[in-house]
């Protein structure tokens, strides 16, 4: 796997970061823990460090959320996350110190089940973009290139793809597009979604967004291991990564203000 992975690395970064960059990998689990953590966490490492981009620390240790510790990452990823999963004593400390974070100019990039990870925390919801609310589809199915021109997209060459993971959909009170920008969806025009429970029917894979002072960054895709040594996939991710941390300039006003 590491193999197919390193063949599978962007050869370089689509910006120059504008300082040394340093990205903080969680994948602490209260729930369902992925069996993609371990690829996934790894791949992110080596892309950092074959692309020069950012230099990763992989933890799950969640005193790394103290401000004290927290100030020396640039970025935090949430992969594969699940639940309330700094849970503990000083929980709320540390959900405190995550929201300033962000909002205070710090990145937040979220993989897959980063959106089944707090729920019910408001700002967390606000942060990520979307709550978890199932998954109906686990085959290939066909995405939507939703914003063509933005440079977090340039690895899809301005067209759609396919692709087979486990696709989520989100609680109707998230991922809305009055929130956030769009960037990949659900083809609806080419597939079945009566299985979905969003009257609008909106399916989205992944959107950037801003909070406060900070950007954010979400891919639904990363269930399976395979997703990590996907070129295309992994080229989007670095370019998300590189928005988060205010190194690739892209556009972020909510997909609805453009209507």
Known sequence: QIKRVTDALPEKAPAKPKKKRRLLIVSRTAGFRHGSIAIGARAVTLMGDKTGAYLAVHTEDPSYFMPEKLKAFDAVLMLNTTGNCLRGKNE???KKS??????????????HS???????WKAYNMMMGGAFDGHPWHKNVP????????PVNAAFGGKGFE??????QFRADTALPKDRRF????????MDVSRGKRKDR????????????????????GHRNEIYWNPVVL??????????????????DPTAAGK
């Not at 692709?163 to 989520?168: A, G």
Request: hydrophobic letters at 35%; charged letters at 25%; proline letters at 4%.
């Open 92 to 94: 709320e400390e540390l």
């Open 98 to 111: 995550l929201e300033s974070f962000v909002r205070n100019g710090g990145g937040l990039i979220g993989f």
């Open 114 to 120: 980063a959106t089944d990870t707090y729920k019910r």
């Open 143 to 150: 995405i939507k290139n939703l914003d063509p021109k933005n």
């Open 163 to 168: 692709v087979k993971d486990e696709i989520y």
């Open 183 to 190: 960037l990949l969806a659900l083809d609806t025009e080419k």
């Open 202 to 221: 909106l399916y989205p894979i992944s959107w950037v967004s801003t909070y406060g002072k900070g950007r954010t960054f979400y891919c639904s895709l």
């Open 235 to 252: 080229k989007h991710y670095l370019a998300g990564i590189q928005y988060a941390f205010g190194d690739l300039d892209a556009p972020a």
